[in-house]
């Protein structure tokens, strides 16, 4: 796996240096022809898909039957529409809105032929609904919706996750566990992708990681640049290196529900105890039968008077498989499901108790159980412990090694 340059990166410059010395009056010959070349590799490389260099990150998905318009906007001086690497329309203002009519793209108004564009500038970011953001963007008609992709620089990505996927103020060593884990992660999405032939790798949401473009927080593109292009490998390719907040003390190779055969580096048989002594590791939650059935009512399908709440089957690692909500006849809720109704529950390893007039559930971790676990690592930091023996500790089975 290697990033690769390709020759024809230099056909490409050439023709953007023809279009662009047209508009441009300022500078000598040679100061033309030199910043020129630079921008028609930026451009090139920002609009071009080099796989595993860049990541084309899912911001928004669009109904064409609704067809509500967007707007891109720039914080330099104009915008560039791109398509296969040629230069469309350039747009000498900061901002555009783009519709959709009759699986056609419309800019301004006007009709934009083909069915997808990539959209860069020059000297600024790209901006889109109040955020900013490095890279290109790439709109797409894909089967019923338009897709608004962001390809963004691998490590400019890094970032961005961390600042949504790390927690503030925490030191430098425990960000960079946490950057080799995203870069892994995400590097094995991409991969999945271009498999699949997917038009993104991943989403912006915790579906995936959490992405929230441009920040300047110096921790996090410390962490970032002291651990560039390392990446945690099983079999020579980059791990799914999932994370979670607190493990809670779950042995993850007991979870059943899990295809360890495909992810070995998930199984971990031992327990992280680092997380135990800290404010996250338990948590508890107390419900009203009322409270109750009014968030499980979409699930349970009919209105019924909650009597109790009982775990009915668990796995050999502690995670609830399934609930009984008992009223005139009990109905089984999977212990996933709990969770995902009810918010207070913060991970599938808890006990439930009835109260007099409420219900208890208590519970440990916060999150799915799986891979790294953030409380833990931050106290293996404060215990001396460096990002890499942190890393093979939580992904048994690994090597680290450098990605080019
Ligand atoms: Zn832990």
């Known amino acids: 796996m290697q990033m690769k340059w390709p020759m024809s990166v230099l056909i490409k410059s050439i023709q953007f240096l023809k279009i662009l010395l047209r508009c441009w009056h300022v500078t000598t010959l040679l100061g033309r022809c030199i910043l020129l070349s630079f921008f028609s590799l930026y451009t090139y490389a920002t609009t071009t ?31 560039m529409l791109m398509h296969m690497g040629s230069v469309k329309r350039r747009v000498s203002k900061q ?38 953001y490095d ?19 691998l490590e400019a990505y890094i970032c961005s996750v961390l600042h949504s996927e790390s927690w503030p103020g925490w030191p430098l060593e425990v960000n960079k566990v946490f950057a080799v884990a995203c870069r892994s992660y995400v590097l094995s ?16 949401t915790n579906l995936h990681q959490t992405y929230a473009g441009k920040h300047d927080k110096k921790v996090l ?106 009223g005139a006849t009990p109905v089984p809720v999977a212990g996933k499901e709990l ?23 208590k519970g440990k971790g916060y999150g799915h159980h799986l891979g790294l676990c953030q409380w833990g690592a931050r106290q293996m930091v404060a215990d001396h412990w460096d990002y890499r023996r942190i890393l093979h500790f939580y992904y048994p089975q690994t090597k680290l090694m450098r990605f080019v």
């Not at 969770?339 to 559930?361: A, G, N, P, Q, W």
């Open 49 to 79: 898909h080099t796989p595993y260099a860049h990541v084309r990150v899912l911001l928004d998905q669009l109904s064409l039957k609704e067809g509500k318009p967007l707007t891109i906007s720039t914080t330099g001086d104009h915008l």
């Open 221 to 326: 593109k410390d962490a970032v640049a002291q651990t560039k292009g390392v990446v945690l490998v099983h079999e020579g390719k980059p791990i799914r290196a999932m994370f979670d907040s607190c493990c809670g003390g779950v042995i993850p190779a007991h979870i059943a529900d899990v295809h360890f055969p495909d992810a070995p580096y998930l199984a971990r048989d031992y327990p992280c105890t680092h997380c135990k002594d800290l404010w996250i590791y338990s948590w508890q939650a107390e419900f009203t039968p009322q409270q109750l059935h009014e968030k499980l009512l979409a699930k349970i399908g009919h209105r019924m008077r909650i009597s109790d709440l009982l775990v009915s089957k668990r796995d050999k690692a502690g995670l609830v498989q399934e609930v009984l909500v008992h």
């Open 95 to 132: 901002s555009i809105v783009v519709t959709h009519k009759r699986g056609q793209l419309y800019i301004d108004g006007r009709r934009y032929r083909p069915q997808e564009c990539a959209i860069t500038t020059f000297g600024g970011h790209l901006q889109y609904n109040n955020r900013s």
């Open 135 to 153: 890279g290109s963007f790439q709109l797409l008609l894909h089967n019923d919706s338009l897709l608004v992709i962001n390809k963004v620089p």
């Open 339 to 361: 969770y995902t109704l009810c918010k207070e529950i913060k991970s599938f390893c808890y006990t439930i108790e009835r109260k007099k007039d409420t219900i208890l559930v």
């Open 189 to 204: 999405m991409i991969a999945q992708a271009i498999k699949q032939e997917q038009p993104y790798d991943v989403c912006n």
